[in-house]
Nanobody, 121 residues
Framework: QVQLVESGGGLVQPGGSLRLSCVAS????????MGWYRQAPGKQREFVAA???????NYAESLKGRFTISGDNAKNTVYLQMNSLKPEDSAVYYC???????????????WGQGIQVTVSS
């Protein structure tokens, strides 16, 4: 079994910052990519950012410059630093990871339960 657990969400005022964390645990052989998506009420889930185990990053164009993704391979952890937050950044943020397990050595995508981020004054 593989689990992804997010933390660090909450309520923040416009212009503020939050740092999300996501830890992968369980039966893991390797993690190829970790990333973040978000889903606001009434909207589809959208890509936020991703990072490979080699450190290559990719961002949603609209979020470049405000959001920064980083990872710690030794801790199976990915972070999302969110700065200059706007009310429209309010959403449930989901961590995901492409993980190879030692049971079949095939990569599958796993998701966390999601964590609420609310940007409001």
């Amino acid at each position: 079994q593989v689990q992804l657990v997010e933390s660090g969400g909450g309520l923040v005022q416009p212009g503020g910052s939050l740092r999300l964390s996501c830890v992968a645990s369980g039966s893991i052989f390797s993690i190829n990519v970790m990333g973040w998506y978000r889903q606001a009420p009434g909207k589809q889930r959208e890509f936020v950012a991703a990072i490979t185990n080699g450190g290559r990053t990719n961002y949603a164009e609209s979020l470049k410059g405000r959001f920064t993704i980083s990872g710690d391979n030794a801790k199976n952890t990915v972070y999302l630093q969110m700065n200059s937050l706007k009310p429209e950044d309010s959403a449930v943020y989901y961590c995901n990871a492409d993980i190879t397990t030692p049971t079949d050595f095939r990569a599958s995508r796993y998701w966390g339960q999601g964590i609420q981020v609310t940007v409001s004054s």
